[in-house]
């Protein structure tokens, strides 16, 4: 099982990323997917969830109406595009899969959002 996740990297306040996470090693459909930060001195957080069919997505309240999780089962991506970030925004980003009793998480990707 692998979750590797891509797109982080220091942007200006008010700019744009787009994170992926490519999953691999479990049927991907079956699992809602989830996107976590952690920002230093911090626990981890979930910022956005999107379950297997036809489901709204959740979202943080203070991400609510900047991020959009999506995903491509066709391509077994999830997706976190963010949108006006800010620099409270600056954390580890991780990708989560999720299926009954099973979890899995991947490595992170580092979004720093700084002048």
């Known amino acids: 099982v692998q979750l590797v996740e891509s797109g982080g990297g220091l942007v200006q306040p008010g700019g744009s990323l787009n994170l992926s996470c490519v999953a691999s090693?479990?049927?991907?459909?079956?699992?809602?997917m989830n996107w976590y930060r952690q920002a230093p001195g911090s626990g981890r957080e979930l910022v956005a969830r999107i379950g297997t069919i036809d489901t709204t997505p959740d979202y943080l309240d203070s991400v609510n109406g900047r991020f959009t999780i999506s995903r491509d089962n066709d391509k077994n991506t999830v997706y976190l595009q963010m949108n006006n970030l800010k620099p409270e925004d600056t954390a580890v980003y991780y990708c989560?899969?999720?299926?009954?009793?099973?979890?899995?998480w991947g490595q992170g990707t580092q979004v720093t959002v700084s002048s």
């Open positions: 090693g479990f049927i991907f459909s079956m699992y809602a």
């Open positions: 989560k899969a999720d299926w009954i009793s099973r979890h899995y």
